[in-house]
Each structure stands twice: as structure tokens, then as C-alpha cells.
């Protein structure tokens, strides 16, 4: 019976931060600033502090004066039309940061097909109502919401934006660089004549991964071909509709690069239907790495862009600006996080020239 006591002794008494910070290889100072979303953390040392957080099931004593800073913080994400895939990947990130962090309230708002003036009431409603909000693509270049947003003094974070804005604060990835990447990876495997898939014309991610891929052929000596070019919507259908002209030309590409992943997969489907085999007769790459990677066959070559910790890096963004105590002024955050390529089954050496 003695072991039972001393774990009812330890779980009373609680686990300190010292602990925590001993579990996960960092400082005390680290943990309170992961707990409390203050400061600038590795997303790789977020990941160890809150595993070790679950591990031992650490409750943070947090200051009375944070306790009533964070008493009635409400954090608001807006999404519309949106890709299934790329959404859970974000509501993971976002709920995951909520569950860290003491009395936090997350508010979901869906903008479903709103006109310009309906998201400026929208986005006027909402000031009202919440401490700071997220925008995921494509409304985190809104002009309508995010004028209204800031007018109403609220803090706003943008996540995948292609760039930084100069009225509120962002967490993206280097688009161009990726897109480069991944037409570099194809160019390696001997590919020449390459498709691409753009996604929506209005956001700025889209016109950087396409410059990026443009700037990788242009350094291999490859001519680009503006009849490779379709344009996408980011949606699975659009995809179809794009691989489908891309396949159908007189000279296909041996390989496609997909603005994401849903649009990739749409392009297998295409190639499959049509009795190609992917990767031997077609390369395919997405962008993303989200779920929709790993459920098609073969699995997808990507881009793998961190949603749930850029989600998570939001909150810490917001809850640095909403607690701050000079509200006067704006203090602006561009945070670029690392993006990886992976490598999967979808891309092999073309089989033969074209």
C-alpha cells in the first residue's frame, strides 16, 4: 500500500515547473513563456514543453494578475470555403494552443460566399464581441475584414499569407523558396516540360509559390511555357478540371506541380482515370502536407507547411498584443516558419522523352 500513498502525496503536492522544464531539456523561464505565450519560442521547443506538459500533467499556477488578463480572452477564427484537409490541420494547431493556455475562449465564425459589404459588417459585428482574431487564406487578405478589424482596434494575425502586411501581424512560410524547391526537386529527376496548377488568383501565396517555380526554370536554362499554366481554385474539383486540360494537350507535361494537396491528388485521380501510372508515365507535387498527402496512392511528394503550429504561434502572437499594456500602438509580428519538402512515392525520372 505504500506506493499508492506516495503517488496520492505527489499528486496533491503537484508538479512544479521546475519539472517540466527538467522533462523537456529547457528552462524554467522557457516553460512560463510557452504557458503564458509571451516571447519568441522554437516551434521545436513549444513541441517538447507541451509534451512534457501532457506527460505530467502539469496545471500552471499562474499569476493572479495573468489569471484576470486572460480571464475573458476571446480569440476568434473566421474560415470560409476552405480545404477539409487543410482546416483540421489548422483546428488542431488552434484547439491544442487553447488547451495550453489558462481561460481562453475560442470563437469559430464560417463567412459563407459574403459580398465585400457584408464582410465589412461582418467583421464590424465581430470587433465587438472578441479579443483578437485569426484569418486563415483566403480571408487573411480580405481587404474589407481586415480594414474593419483593425479600425475596431482588434488584434489580427493572418496565417499563409504569401506576405507581411504593414496592418497586422502574420505567420506564413517562404512560398517562393518552396515553390522553387519542389520545381527544383522535379528538374533533378530529369523533368523539362512541367505542368502547374495555380490556386486562387487573389492571394498572394499563389503568386509566390508560381514565381517561385518560374525562377527554378529559368536558373536549370528551361524555357517557361504559359501553356503548362492552368489556373485552380485551391478545391479538388478545380483540380480535376485543370489536370484534365493539361493531360489532354498534344505534348502533356511529365510532371505537375499542385498549389496543394487536394489539387495534386485531383491530378492523380486524372492520371489514373486515364490509365497512367503515376510516377513512371506522370510526376505529380502538392503543397501542404496535409492529410489528403497520405490518402492517396501513391503517396504525395509535398511541401510541408506546420498549419497546426503556425495556428498555435497565432495565439501566441494575439495573446502578446491583447496583453500588452500599451494599447495605443501596434506592435507588428512577420513570423516566418521553416517549411521541409517530403519526399514520397509520386515522383520518378520521366520515362521518355515527349
Request: proline residues 5%; glycine residues 6%; hydrophobic residues 45%.
Amino acid at each position: 500500500m505504500e506506493k499508492p500513498r506516495k503517488s496520492v502525496r505527489r499528486k496533491s503536492r503537484g508538479v512544479t515547473i521546475d519539472e517540466v522544464a527538467a522533462l523537456a531539456g529547457v528552462s524554467p523561464m522557457t516553460v512560463s513563456r510557452v504557458i503564458n505565450g509571451q516571447g519568441k519560442v522554437r516551434d521545436v521547443t513549444r513541441e517538447r514543453v507541451m509534451r512534457a506538459v501532457r506527460e505530467l500533467d502539469y496545471t500552471p499556477n499562474l499569476a493572479a494578475s495573468s489569471l484576470a488578463a486572460a480571464q475573458h480572452t476571446r480569440i476568434a477564427l473566421i474560415y470560409t470555403d476552405p480545404s477539409g484537409a487543410y482546416l483540421r490541420e489548422l483546428l488542431v494547431g488552434l484547439l491544442r494552443g487553447v488547451a495550453a493556455r489558462a481561460a481562453i475562449q475560442l470563437v469559430i465564425d464560417y463567412w459563407d460566399d459574403l459580398d465585400p459589404d457584408a464582410e465589412r459588417k461582418a467583421a464590424r459585428t465581430l470587433a465587438r464581441k472578441v479579443d483578437g482574431v485569426i484569418l486563415p487564406p483566403p480571408l487573411c487578405e480580405s481587404r474589407p475584414a481586415v480594414t474593419e478589424l483593425v479600425r475596431g482596434g482588434i488584434p489580427v494575425v493572418a496565417i499563409a499569407s504569401g506576405r507581411f502586411s504593414d496592418e497586422i501581424s502574420c505567420v506564413r512560410i517562404d512560398d517562393f523558396r518552396a515553390g522553387k524547391e519542389l520545381a527544383e526537386h522535379l528538374i533533378a529527376q530529369g523533368h523539362s516540360h512541367i505542368g502547374f496548377i495555380k490556386g486562387r488568383s487573389d492571394l498572394s501565396a499563389t503568386t509566390r509559390r508560381f514565381e517561385g517555380f518560374k525562377s527554378a526554370l529559368d536558373d536549370a536554362g528551361l524555357a517557361f511555357e504559359s501553356g503548362l499554366v492552368q489556373q485552380g481554385d485551391y478545391t479538388y474539383r478545380s483540380g480535376l478540371k485543370a489536370a484534365e486540360k493539361l493531360l489532354a494537350l498534344r505534348k502533356p507535361p511529365t510532371a505537375i506541380v499542385a498549389c496543394n494537396d487536394d489539387m495534386a491528388a485531383a491530378a492523380i485521380s486524372v492520371a489514373h482515370r486515364r490509365g497512367l501510372d503515376v510516377p513512371r508515365d506522370l510526376a505529380v507535387v502538392g503543397f501542404d502536407d496535409t492529410s489528403a498527402a497520405t490518402t492517396v496512392w501513391p503517396e504525395l511528394t509535398t511541401i510541408h507547411q506546420p498549419i497546426a503550429s503556425m495556428a498555435d504561434a497565432a495565439i501566441d502572437i494575439l495573446l502578446r498584443s491583447i496583453r500588452r499594456k500599451d494599447r495605443t500602438t501596434r506592435v507588428l509580428v512577420d513570423q516566418v516558419v521553416a517549411h521541409r519538402l517530403i519526399v514520397r512515392g509520386t515522383v520518378a525520372p520521366p520515362a521518355r522523352k515527349r
